[in-house]
């Protein structure tokens, strides 16, 4: 994601760019393809509200500076109520195809294993860098790298969910459309059918790792068991909670719902809402079963887990995102510390146009720190505590605090008064 927006943003400005991309030749544990951008976890961006939610303001402030994952992203929405959901592998093509047909992009297929010496440069290998750079990277800045366990979750085929058990229906009938309105399964439990099922999740067997790899997980892609470790009742307050919801099979309010959001277009894809896992892939199929209306499901893919690697950007990092002991290398992308698919690309669009307007001789300034694109440069490169660094995503907790006078004391005020302050400012940054 950030290095696809890098580039596009760079030669967008009149920056001849070369791409140095190591796949298809060599792969990763969660790609697929050779394609930029592809996503390997979620097909959500999140919230597209760019009035009371961080991340929607996020998408606002891409697509006002023309930001290439989020033209991606409209060419290929799907219906998921107030989120932004793409079909996946459209998506990862239009991006690819975007790139490669630009007059001042260039593709070189190769790994690129020790940091560069000379030129301008941006390191945006995203969370699954590749070994021998990320010891490039550990013995040129004297600091052990940092690390994170993300977990994917498992994708149903549509066709074999029981819809008997299961209906159509997004949390609080969010959706303009019919079609916005159904676009998540939903697959009711009772009592004793979420009691057995966590149960057995933690009974289930998992993937381990060695010591020398312990890291800890990122809060908002915890895998399911290990919510479940933090007590019985925690899955039904996160990606269980029944909250929102109307059975039309049954007046009883359910127990747990998990919910499945639509994957593709086509809508035979369904991925099992925050039901990331480290369960081996004969426990998830047993646990995952259990779920009534999965019962008879098929998996497209099952869950997996992988090791992110991320720097210390407070302490690497200046605020040109500028390798301070190397100037001619900037990093991007969650490699630096965001998390998510957004915040990725927001901060390889960032890094294009501060490399290309250096190379033009010209310096350019983050965006203000009261935007969502400045607020998360501001955390990376030093905003942040270094000591205690983990990743981020966008918040309104990283913005300048906003001035709850003149009436504005609710929480709804409150988010407005941030995301309309922020336009402003973005406006002015871009112009």
């Known amino acids: 994601m950030a290095g696809s927006e890098a580039a596009w943003q760079a030669a967008q400005a009149g920056i001849p760019v070369i791409i140095h991309e190591m796949r298809p030749a060599k792969g990763t544990f969660a790609h697929r393809s050779g394609d930029f951008a592809e996503m390997v976890c979620s097909n959500s961006f999140r919230s597209d509200d760019s009035e009371q939610n961080a991340v929607g303001l996020l998408h606002w402030e891409m697509r006002a500076a023309n930001g290439l994952i989020l033209q991606a992203a409209e060419a290929h929405r799907l219906p998921a109520g107030g989120a932004l959901a793409v079909d996946r592998d459209p998506f990862a093509a239009f991006v690819t195809a975007k790139l490669k047909s630009h007059p001042l992009v260039s593709v070189s297929y190769e790994e690129v294993t020790e940091l560069p010496t000379d030129g ?87 993937t381990e790792f060695r010591p020398e790899e312990a890291a800890s997980y990122f809060d908002g892609c915890l895998p399911i068991e290990v919510m479940a470790e933090r007590g019985p009742q925690t899955l039904r307050f996160g990606p269980m909670k029944p909250v929102g919801l109307t059975n039309p099979h049954n007046p009883q309010k359910p127990y747990a719902v998990v919910q499945l ?80 698919y957004v915040e990725s690309a927001a901060m390889g669009l960032v890094a294009g146009r501060m490399a290309a307007a250096e190379m033009q001789g010209n310096i350019l300034q983050p965006p203000p720190p009261d935007t969502a694109m400045g607020a998360l440069i501001t955390h990376i490169t030093g905003g942040a505590e270094a000591k205690t660094f983990q990743p981020m995503n966008v918040n309104f907790g990283l913005f300048p605090p906003i001035d709850a006078r003149g009436g504005r004391k609710g929480r709804k005020d409150r988010y407005k008064a941030y995301t309309d302050r922020a336009k402003g400012s973005f406006t002015q940054w871009l112009g």
Not at 178 to 197: G, H, L, S, V, W
Not at 267 to 291: C, D, P, R, S, W
């Open 120 to 206: 301008q440069w941006i390191i945006a290998t995203g969370p699954l860098t590749s070994t021998a750079l990320a010891h490039s990277i550990r013995a040129h800045t004297n600091a052990e790298a940092l690390a994170f366990f993300d977990a994917i979750a498992p994708i149903v085929y549509a066709e074999t969910v029981d819809m008997s058990v299961a209906w159509m229906q997004s949390r609080y009938d969010k959706g303009e459309t019919i079609e916005e309105q159904t676009a998540y399964m939903n697959c009711p439990m009772n009592k004793a059918q979420y009691d057995a099922f966590i149960a057995a999740l933690l009974a289930a067997e998992k």
């Open 261 to 340: 959001r639509r994957d593709n277009k086509l809508g035979t894809l369904y991925n099992i809402v925050g039901f990331q896992t480290k369960m081996k892939y004969g426990a998830q199929l047993a646990v995952f079963k259990m779920i009534p209306a999965l019962g008879n499901a098929s998996f497209a893919r099952l869950g997996g887990i992988h090791r992110n690697t991320f720097i210390n950007s407070p302490t690497l990092l200046d605020d040109q995102m500028r390798l301070k002991s190397r100037p001619n290398i900037r990093f991007a992308g969650q490699i630096t510390g965001v998390e998510g």
